[in-house]
């Protein structure tokens, strides 16, 4: 069973959304890549293409614990993670929700999660989000044990108009406290991310993150860069790949996390394909 505390801190690491919090990438002009964009194909040892059922994902129900703050619940329902012409689909519904927790909630979601957790690697996925007031998607690894301690890597997270894609590493400095290192990109043509299908990608190695979209890179985090802040290289421990639709309710999110007149409900993100090339992939580290 995944530890409690691996699953805590999606909200508490959020993206800086402050203009000066991190350089501007532009990504490439390739904007719809239909393929793997790693070098290394024939290493891959996982994958889902999505064209049978949702065996290798749980939705974590947990972390409603930690989120009382969210305005949506995650359930397991099929209404709210369900798969359609070969894509996942995390649906986000309007939708009265209690959680396990008792919090009464006015929207419902999924966060899918891998059962298994993988160590290094290339980690990508094709996704297509959706643009709307509120809406928060990501692709993410968080490590599996203590955070911040146990590492957690933000390969894409899209707000709201999804002009700036937030790429982020979260560590512990020696100290205890949480660290974060991050920046964001934007479109060629500044159109949003959103609304277009995207390959998110990370390649992770004891020897740096480097973060990717549709097969540029946008961050670098190495152990020197980290180490020279006198903080621990958080990045050695088996993580579990997450898959997350929500709403953003935090100080700085764009227009606040919430919904407004203009916010479309049902609001979907769908993901073509997840890829794994030359990782350590672990025996199930979660037990429905």
């Not at 044990?145 to 790429?167: C, F, H, Q, R």
């Amino acid at each position: 069973m995944v530890l409690v505390a691996s699953l805590v801190l999606c909200v508490a690491c959020a993206p800086d959304t402050s203009p000066s919090a991190s350089p501007v990438h532009t990504a490439p002009a390739n904007p719809t890549p239909t393929a793997s964009t790693s070098p290394n194909a024939s290493d891959l040892v996982w994958s889902d293409e999505f064209d049978g059922d949702l065996g290798k994902w749980y939705s974590d129900v947990a972390a409603n614990q930690w989120t009382p703050q969210q305005r949506e619940a995650i359930t397991e329902q099929p209404e709210n993670a369900h798969i359609d012409n070969g894509q996942l689909v995390i649906s986000l519904l309007r939708q009265p929700w209690v959680d396990q927790w008792g919090v009464k909630k006015d929207y419902t979601t999924a966060r899918m999660v891998t059962n298994q957790a993988f160590l290094y690697g290339r980690f990508e996925a094709r996704v297509m989000a959706p643009v709307g007031a509120g809406y928060w998607s990501a692709f993410w690894l968080l490590g599996v044990g203590e955070w911040p301690n146990a590492g957690e890597m933000d390969i894409m997270e899209l707000l709201s108009d999804t002009k700036d894609a937030y790429v982020t590493a979260h560590g512990v400095t020696r100290n205890g406290a949480p660290w974060r290192s991050g920046t964001t990109a934007q479109t060629p043509t500044g159109d949003p991310w959103g609304g277009a299908w995207h390959v998110y990608a990370l390649d992770w190695s004891p020897e740096a993150l480097v973060f990717e979209i549709d097969g540029a890179e946008v961050m670098r985090v190495t152990p020197k860069d980290v180490e020279s802040d006198g903080s621990f290289w958080s990045f050695d421990n088996p993580a579990q790949i997450i898959l997350s639709l929500g709403l953003g309710a935090w100080d700085g999110f764009p227009g606040g996390g919430q919904p407004d007149a203009t916010t479309v409900f049902p609001a979907e993100l769908r993901v073509d394909w997840v890829r794994v090339y030359g990782s350590q992939v672990s025996a199930p580290v979660h037990d429905h």
